[in-house]
């Protein structure tokens, strides 16, 4: 399919009368604010080609000039007096025509502002910058403008393949939303060659300049090997390859023996049964589950957490990497901890037969799974057994083996928790997760779903109920006055909810948004009602999508998803650093002590939510990694897909079978030209008006697919 060019075909304006003049030439003043043109500029520029209409222009121009509405220079040229805005914001660049603004000040301008890429003043996806925008809105209604310097870089350095010439390099960066190839000098290569994998710095980008300049920092290895393309990932995300060997040294540093006068502060839990369950190949144990039946008939349930702040201090070597990296990271292959292996898989870890420091909440609970008392402190554990997921649940199921009883009475009163929580408000978001199954190269032989049983949620819901206790104990203690971390999450957008509402309907489900305490019930029916079928994943990721996003504030905020009032992260410090930063405030306050600075600690909230939106995306590179890699070498056949997504350059289509997902470019569907209805999320053909929406069950082949990109390109098969 052939596209259309922008440039529409201009008028010729006949016939006008002054009034119609006037309007024209300020329209055309005001859209091209900030330049200057003389009449003999302006009769060309207006297309004015009849005598009468030459002879207005002058006097046209003078009455406007006396109105105000244009301004003349000494040298005869005029131009707008419109004033435009100046705004700072981030640049979302989406893709080499043009980029989004994403304003700071969100109440003045609540819609992003466009600017195409030659006014970008070299400005790349999420640098910082200052932005004029135009007085009027362009043909879509939608205000532009143009960027009047770049305040600060969001990054400069890449993750690219190395393409050589006689004369020069360029580096072609993976990152999608770098959109200009980066010039190498060929003393800035490092020895690189032609299709390698390397790091680069950009070091100068002229305003003339096409290109960008950079040096090479480091060679990765050849493009398309296995250890290379995570080293790639792991390079574009930032993320580190190792620990600095000082911080290692100081963590071996780290005494393992822990003294009696530490044990005798401690609530002791080493006679009461207790056990850890955790995915099959975990190391890092962060918590564990004690069970004692009380006298009085009702249950003891201690969740107890691994106490990484007795080990990593405040203003040690440890405490400023962890705080640097401020979550671990898990890859395809790998997982990228927060803490060394030392104390990761070590000191710190809950590891079965083994005495360990813990921070515990202990809740008594009678049959009816309400907490009748609660309890928080520093404890001492023994744990009696290490179980993976799939051995607890199968002793579950069974009703036999080590501690199945308690299993099974911990499972029971967990689903009532779990009820009553939904009952409440909760909603039941279960996305759907895909596991490969690597060869020793790293090449994927297969791909499954990983599936979620009850010992999962069992798990879930008593971490659930701890964070939530501990947000709520901190906030009860002074009405919300005393500083904390909280995981908040906003209530959801209201265009974003009937979005998702419209396109949840072309597969016959309803979503009630009439009533706001119903919001909540319909959209845990709606993943009720879809389980297994083929659209739950796509369902289930615009579901998501159209949620605010969850955050690390001071700010003590409900948590919407949960339907709690106060919710924080106190379950995982092995693995977050706002975990580590709540067993500190929580001690403080238990030792009296008073509320510390609040700036301070919201500053450390805002670097951990954006470290967390970092180590998301790294994860989601690194499978679709995979994806497009295990698509590859699947064989070459008609594929079942939903359409997950439309733009104006493109169709997503999430294949059914294999829960990836890869684009139909519009410019490849040659039998008619389709324009893109963005109110409707559908495009539509011009002549034969066949209509592509989200939603639509679709047949694809894969016809090519880019590691570096990490893109696969489809096309469609027999959509009549």
């Known amino acids: 399919m052939g596209r259309k060019s922008d440039k529409q075909s201009p008028k010729n304006k006949k016939g006008m009368d002054s009034a119609q003049l006037a309007k024209t030439v300020l329209n055309f003043l005001d859209k091209n604010f900030g330049e200057e043109f003389s009449s003999k500029q302006l009769v060309k520029k207006l297309e004015l080609r009849d005598a009468k209409t030459k002879s207005m222009l002058d006097s046209t121009l003078h009455k406007l000039v006396e109105s105000g509405s244009v301004s003349k220079n000494?040298?005869?040229?005029?131009?707008?007096?419109?004033?435009?805005?100046?705004?700072?914001?981030?640049?979302?660049?989406?893709?080499?025509?043009?980029?989004?603004?994403?304003?700071?000040?969100?109440?003045?301008?609540?819609?992003?502002?466009?600017?195409?890429?030659?006014?970008?003043?070299?400005?790349?996806?999420?640098?910082?910058v200052r932005i004029m925008i135009n007085p009027n809105p362009n043909r879509s209604g939608r205000l532009d403008g143009r960027v009047l310097e770049v305040i600060s870089r969001n990054r400069d350095e890449f993750v690219g393949r190395v393409e050589i010439s006689p004369r020069f390099a360029f580096v072609v960066a993976d990152f999608k939303k770098m959109h200009h190839d980066i010039f190498i000098r060929k003393g800035d290569l490092m020895d690189a060659q032609h299709n390698q994998k390397?790091?680069?710095?950009?070091?100068?980008?002229?305003?003339?300049?096409?290109?960008?300049t950079g040096k090479v920092l480091r060679v990765l290895g050849e493009a398309g090997d296995h250890e290379v393309e995570i080293h790639s990932i792991m390079a574009e995300f930032g993320l580190p390859f190792e620990y600095p060997e000082?911080?290692?040294?100081?963590?071996?540093?780290?005494?393992?023996?822990?003294?009696?006068?530490?044990?005798?502060?401690?609530?002791?839990?080493?006679?009461?049964?207790?056990?850890?369950?955790?995915?099959?190949?975990?190391?890092?144990?962060?918590d564990a589950i004690s069970y004692r039946k009380l006298e009085n008939g009702n249950l003891e349930v201690g969740v107890h957490i691994a106490d990484v702040t007795h080990y990593v201090r405040p203003n040690t070597l440890l405490e400023k990497e962890a705080y640097d990296r401020a979550t671990s990271v898990y890859l395809v292959d790998r997982t990228i901890p927060m803490l060394p292996e030392r104390l990761s898989n070590g000191l710190c870890s809950l590891r079965p037969e083994e005495e360990k420091l813990t921070f515990s909440c202990v809740f008594e609970l009678n049959e009816n799974a309400e907490v009748v008392k609660q309890w928080i402190g520093r404890t001492i554990i023994y744990s009696d057994r290490r179980?993976?997921?799939?051995?607890?649940?199968?002793?579950?199921?069974?009703?036999?083996?080590?501690?199945?009883?308690?299993?099974?009475?911990?499972?029971?009163?967990?689903?009532?928790?779990?009820?009553?929580?939904?009952?409440?408000?909760?909603?039941?978001?279960?996305?759907?997760?895909?596991?490969?199954?690597?060869?020793?190269?790293g090449t994927p032989l297969g791909l499954m779903v990983k599936e979620r049983k009850d010992i999962h949620k069992m798990i879930e819901e008593y971490m659930l109920l701890a964070n939530k206790t501990v947000a709520e104990f901190i906030y009860n203690k002074n009405k919300g006055n005393d500083t904390f971390v909280y995981r908040t999450h906003d209530y959801p957008d209201s265009e974003r909810l009937i979005t998702f509402s419209n396109f949840a309907k072309r597969f016959g489900h309803e979503v009630d948004l009439e009533k706001e305490g119903r919001i909540s019930y319909s959209l845990n029916k709606l993943m009720d009602e879809i389980q297994g079928k083929p659209e739950q994943n796509v369902l289930e990721q615009l579901?998501?999508?159209?949620?605010?996003?969850?955050?690390?504030?001071?700010?003590?905020?409900?948590?919407?998803?949960?339907?709690?009032?106060?919710?924080?992260?106190?379950?995982?410090?092995?693995?977050?650093?706002?975990?580590?930063?709540?067993?500190?405030?929580?001690?403080?306050?238990?030792?009296?002590?008073?509320?510390?600075?609040?700036e301070a600690w919201?500053?450390?909230?805002?670097?951990?939510?954006?470290?967390?939106?970092?180590?998301?995306?790294?994860?989601?590179?690194?499978?679709?990694?995979?994806?497009?890699?295990?698509?590859?070498?699947?064989?070459?056949?008609?594929?079942g897909g939903i359409v997950s997504g439309v733009t104006e350059w493109g169709i997503f289509v999430e294949i059914t079978e294999t829960k990836c997902e890869g684009m139909v470019r519009l410019q490849t569907m040659d039998d008619d030209y389709y324009e893109f209805d963005e109110k409707n999320m559908r495009v539509i053909g011009a002549k034969n008006k066949k209509m592509i929406t989200l939603g639509d069950k679709v047949h694809v082949r894969v016809v090519a697919t880019d590691i570096d990109r990490r893109t696969i390109d489809l096309e469609f098969a027999d959509n009549d």
Not at 407 to 433: M, P, S, W, Y
């Open 543 to 598: 579901a998501i999508r159209s949620m605010a996003k969850a955050k690390y504030t001071t700010e003590p905020k409900g948590h919407f998803g949960l339907a709690f009032k106060h919710y924080t992260h106190f379950t995982s410090p092995i693995r977050r650093y706002p975990d580590m930063m709540v067993h500190r405030l929580l001690q403080h306050y238990l030792d009296g002590n008073k509320s510390p600075d609040q």
């Open 198 to 212: 390397v790091v680069v710095k950009i070091t100068e980008w002229r305003d003339d300049d096409k290109n960008p």
């Open 74 to 128: 000494p040298r005869n040229a005029y131009s707008s007096t419109k004033e435009p805005d100046f705004i700072t914001g981030t640049v979302d660049y989406v893709n080499p025509r043009f980029a989004f603004i994403i304003p700071d000040d969100r109440e003045k301008f609540p819609k992003d502002i466009q600017i195409k890429d030659s006014d970008l003043k070299n400005a790349l996806d999420g640098d910082k």
């Open 387 to 441: 179980f993976a997921y799939e051995d607890a649940q199968e002793n579950i199921d069974n009703q036999s083996g080590d501690f199945y009883q308690e299993l099974t009475h911990l499972n029971d009163l967990a689903k009532k928790i779990r009820k009553t929580r939904f009952q409440k408000g909760a909603i039941n978001f279960e996305t759907v997760e895909v596991k490969f199954k690597l060869d020793e190269d």
């Open 602 to 639: 919201e500053d450390k909230c805002m670097h951990s939510s954006d470290r967390e939106k970092r180590a998301s995306d790294a994860e989601r590179a690194s499978i679709k990694y995979k994806q497009v890699e295990y698509m590859s070498l699947a064989e070459e056949k008609v594929y």
């Open 246 to 286: 000082e911080v290692e040294k100081e963590a071996e540093e780290i005494r393992e023996e822990v003294p009696q006068s530490e044990i005798a502060k401690r609530k002791d839990f080493r006679d009461v049964t207790t056990f850890t369950i955790d995915p099959a190949d975990a190391k890092d144990f962060d």
